[in-house]
């Protein structure tokens, strides 16, 4: 397998602009997380998915960020418009089916897209 | 409220040299704890899982140790390279359907 797949690896855009970050996940997987990790902040759980269900959008930062997950192997995460305060790189990991939870299991982590807002 | 941390901020040592990065946690109530792996520009790699009813995990020249009651996590790494040299995280779930709590990281250069 490829592993978790993201584009763009990199995006320069000026403030006010839309990005559009995608995720293709490990085939099999039916758990989705979006991160970001910046300097001050570390990594932040932004929003995860169920069964393409977004379950906990609570690190979602503000109405700017939307993401979805149309299918089982693809999710895109939306920042409209976007900020300098944004500049950070955006993770995507999924994980196998769990039987207790979905953060029982390991997550596996794309190379993630590193977002410069100017 | 769960918090996790790891210190030192960074370590350097030379290579062949058996080290030790530690991870503390404040809520001995954990579901399970994971050691993760970063190289500059890339993802996160996940080394070891340890489930909280675990006391350590192996794989290769990496073991990890769970010590619930005293909040605490060490991932020993034997024999270092220099390709160990990367940001190693650790992070906690509280519970299965809780997201992690992520330690800030330890920065480990190994010497040639």
């Known amino acids: 397998d490829a592993g978790v797949i993201q584009s763009p690896r990199h995006e320069v855009t000026e403030m006010g602009q839309e990005v559009t970050l995608r995720c293709k996940p490990i085939?099999?997987?039916?758990?989705l997380f979006w991160y970001r990790q910046t300097m001050m902040r570390g990594l932040e759980l932004l929003i995860y998915f169920n069964n393409n269900v977004p379950i906990d959008d609570s690190g979602m930062p503000e109405d700017r960020f939307s993401a979805k997950m149309p299918n089982a192997s693809f999710s895109t995460l939306k920042i409209q418009p976007s900020e300098p305060r944004d500049s950070a790189v955006y993770f995507c990991?999924?994980?196998?089916?769990?039987?207790?939870?979905?953060?029982?299991?390991?997550?596996?982590f794309g190379p993630g897209t590193r977002l410069l807002v100017l | 409220k769960q918090e996790v941390t790891q210190i030192p901020a960074a370590l350097s040592v030379p290579e062949g040299e058996n080290l030790v990065l530690n991870c503390s946690f404040t809520d001995s109530a954990i579901y399970n704890l994971q050691w993760f792996r970063q190289d500059p520009g890339k993802g996160l790699t996940s080394l070891l899982l340890?489930?909280?009813s675990q006391r350590e995990q192996t794989s290769g020249r990496l073991n990890a140790s769970l010590d619930k009651s005293s909040g605490r996590s060490t991932l020993y790494i034997a024999a270092s390279q220099p390709g160990d040299s990367a940001t190693y995280l650790c992070a906690v779930s509280p519970d299965s359907n809780y997201q992690l709590i992520w330690g800030a990281g330890t920065k480990l250069i190994i010497k040639p």
């Open positions: 990991a999924s994980s196998f089916p769990g039987t207790s939870g979905p953060f029982q299991e390991t997550q596996y």
């Open positions: 340890i489930q909280s």
């Open positions: 085939s099999g997987h039916n758990s």
